[in-house]
């Protein structure tokens, strides 16, 4: 019997946090918003005929069904991720059946292809490892005949999650499914925060990696050592966090972009930062940023900036072949 009829579904979207990063881990406010043009789908397929010998449990056999492909460009998985993603399948699947520990039901189904379609950078901050966890679980949503509200394929999406970064604070989950700008507390959850002007948002992709996981050790080990100082700097990452929403809700663009730098210093006083990461965000600052920042775990990935108007693209000989994602976030209506 197949999970899934070949061809069922399930789509995400990436996410920029736009202030908020480590101090959401100690429960502080987080600001982000979904990059609707940014997407990620999870499509079943064919029943997959057994490969070599026979598999010793049914997590065994199913690693051998996924597939990723990145604008047009297969990408091998290794071994360990492929691990990951068949323990989020099964996880996803005894969770949406509230079968969380019967740890032989995806043994009732023969394995079948799994395709992963991304336009989302590997590693890069932009939450792909929680999109890919929304979009997985809405297709077996989908198979199973669910109707799942955004709020529960974040909670579900955020469990799986974990297999991937440790335990996850929530905010990437939240915002991948979310309709706009959010608020997220951990513990608390999300709220929908009110645009009062569009603005244009830049991102540039320094093609540098660490893995999330190992930069929120390293803040942890810090504030283990240097207590005080972390703590300041996450207050103070708090209070800019919700400086940043009476900005939106303002639209007021210039002391949104006051806020964001400022953000950036702190997260430099967090050692998350980078000098390719630093140099990128004075490049979006010298094309006319209101404000830039790295965005994500840091030690490199992303940053972006926020502009009043279009920016110029190319940029500057530095950085005109890296990889840049633009969108405009539009105001929201008058309530």
Known sequence: MLLAEPGTEGLACGKAILIGEHAAVAGFPAVALPLRSQTLTVRFGERLAPEGTAAANAIDHWQQVWSLTMADTLVQLPLEERLRLTQSLDLGLRLLLNQEDNEHLLEKYEPQKIEILSQLPLGAGMGGSAALSAALLRALARTLGQARSSAEIS???????????????????????????????REQGSRSVRNGKGFWLLLIDTRERTPTRTMVQKVAHLRETQRESVESTFMLIGELSERVIASLERGDLLGLGES???????????????????????????????GAKLTGGGGGGLALGIFASSPPIPFSTAWKEYPHYLTFVRADENP
């Open 155 to 185: 909670l579900f999406a955020n469990r799986l999650d974990g297999f991937f970064h440790g335990r996850a604070s929530g905010l990437d989950a939240a915002t991948v499914v979310a309709d706009g700008i959010i608020r997220f507390v």
């Open 260 to 290: 964001l730098n400022a953000a950036h210093m702190a997260l430099q006083s967090l050692q998350v930062s980078t000098q390719k990461l630093d140099a990128c965000v004075a490049e979006l600052r010298k094309c006319g940023a209101l």
